[in-house]
């Protein structure tokens, strides 16, 4: 439970002022919207080659 305190301890500390924490939501945004259309395509191919066979 320590460690969890002293990361967000550190969190705060490193996204101390409003662009940081700008910046970093905005990188978090892109590498959510990445995986997902990664597991989107993922998808759908695994779909077209079940309809193959």
């Known amino acids: 439970m320590d460690g969890i305190g002293n990361f967000i301890s550190m969190l705060d500390y490193v996204l101390d002022t409003k662009r940081k924490r700008h910046i970093t939501g905005?990188?978090?945004?892109?590498?959510?919207?990445?995986?997902?259309?990664?597991?989107?395509?993922?998808?759908?191919?695994?779909?077209?080659?079940?309809?193959?066979?």
């Open 26 to 53: 905005g990188i978090l945004l892109s590498a959510s919207l990445l995986f997902g259309g990664l597991a989107l395509t993922v998808i759908t191919i695994n779909d077209e080659e079940e309809e193959d066979e």
